[in-house]
């Protein structure tokens, strides 16, 4: 049964880059067909899709953070990450790591809360 | 920029039958866009219900069911139950290869 598990801090500094880790188990992410990608939840709102990335390395962004955000895969640890730069306060959301199909998306991680705080 | 439109609440009574819509900015939906759709409770993951507009993600029950109405999505379900009571999101796939907008959700109430 695939599996994902997003880890990394939960408090950043305004200014400073938010880096978050989603190890896949229970399948190989080269086994192909899908992206692999990452959405957030700011407290009581909705959902964004940020962007993802295919098991090859090409990635595809939201244009509202494209400038910012950059995606990159590790197959030999089975695990992909997120780096978003120059956060502020607005970063503060639920992360979520998540399997996209061409048709949405099929498997998620339990989230992870980060906050943008000095 | 493309936004995705979404009912903010709807209410159904235990029983009944709810369709709930996702749309453009500017344009139709079609299954084009690839229209998902998830639910969320408080403090959860989202699940997936539905994808490629019609298709029951692994375990979904058939009282929950896509299509296109018009120019949206929806998402019917049928026989609401209590435990349906919480927030729906629609997926979709706005630009040629790059880029998938969800809808601002909707709060259903089960009452």
């Known amino acids: 049964q695939l599996q994902l598990q997003e880890s990394g801090p939960g408090l950043v500094k305004p200014s400073e880059t938010l880096s978050l880790i989603c190890t896949v188990s229970?399948?190989?992410?080269?086994?192909?067909?899908?992206?692999w990608g990452w959405v957030r939840q700011p407290p009581g709102k909705g959902l964004e899709w940020i962007g993802n990335v295919y098991y090859r390395g090409g990635a595809y962004y939201s244009p509202s953070l494209k400038s910012r955000v950059t995606i990159s895969v590790d197959t030999s640890n089975n695990q992909f990450s997120l780096e978003l730069s120059s956060v502020t306060a607005a970063d503060t959301a639920v992360y979520y790591c998540a399997r996209q199909a061409g048709s949405g998306l099929d498997c998620w991680g339990q989230g992870t809360l980060v906050t943008v705080s000095s | 920029q493309t936004v995705v439109t979404q009912e903010p609440s709807f209410s159904v009574s235990p029983g009944g039958t709810v369709t709930l819509t996702c749309g453009l900015s500017?344009?139709?939906?079609?299954?084009?866009?690839?229209p998902s759709w998830y639910r969320q409770t408080p403090g959860q993951a989202p699940r997936t219900l539905i994808y490629?507009?019609?298709t029951h993600s692994s375990g979904v029950p058939g009282r929950f069911s896509g299509s296109i109405l018009g120019n949206k999505a929806a998402l019917t379900i049928t026989g609401a139950q209590a435990d349906d009571e919480c927030d729906y999101y629609c997926l979709l796939y706005v630009d040629s290869g790059t880029n998938w907008v969800f809808g601002g959700g909707t709060k259903l109430t089960v009452l």
């Open positions: 229970g399948g190989s992410m080269s086994s192909g067909g899908y992206h």
């Open positions: 500017s344009g139709s939906v079609s299954s084009s866009n690839s």
């Open positions: 490629s507009t019609y």
